[in-house]
């Protein structure tokens, strides 16, 4: 009969972790791990917590190996350059919009909001945070309530043309937040946004009015199951 050091072992190759990442992620050492792993110590209750948050594992496989590995199976899609250099395992912070009250202060190092939660997501270049998606201008690629994690830009000058972007743009006055392809444009001084949704039209905007732009790395979809 399987035990569930050896479920503790299926997961950890499931998520592409060493014994060395995960010990680390758990806050014991390799060595425990390891003998975690074995049968020849037990699970915490506090690691298994960590599990069951942390990386959404289903609680009753964990225990009896009955059912699916995960609660929730993430759609996870990275949009990587070839410079990008991987990480094992991040942390990235997810932040509510509504609360920061917009995306300039997340971008503002003297006074960065607290997440409301964190991703936990491996093999992914460096992100700065994540946060949900309001709207459908890049449906189907992009739904609302799906999560889009994002590394900041201090220029906008320093835009790959034809990559998506999170943008914060002066809008008489009041903060626009989208996600966005961002395009040369034909008019000097401005940018062009494109919509992944037909229905959408592009739009030339003065770079000036641009409060602050990020790359996007990577969207997380999340199924989860009845």
Known sequence: METIGQRLR????????????????????????????TGKAGLSTRNKNIFIQDFNVNPEWLESGKGKMFNAE????????????????QSVPLYSIEGTAGLTPLFAEDRAPEPV????????PKCDGAIYVVGDSMYPLLKSGDIILYKQLSDVRDVFWGDMYLLSIDMDGEEYITVKYVQKSDIEGHIRLVSQNQHHADKDIEISRI????????SVRMHTIG
């Open 10 to 37: 299926l997961m950890r190759k499931e998520l592409n972790m060493t014994q060395e990442q995960l010990a680390q992620h758990l806050g014991i050492g390799k060595a425990a791990l390891s003998m975690i792993e």
């Open 74 to 89: 993430p759609d996870f899609t990275p949009y990587t350059h070839r410079t990008d250099k991987s990480l094992p395992l």
């Open 117 to 124: 939660n964190y991703i936990h997501i491996p093999n992914l």
């Open 211 to 218: 409060r602050a732009i990020a790359l996007i790395k990577a």
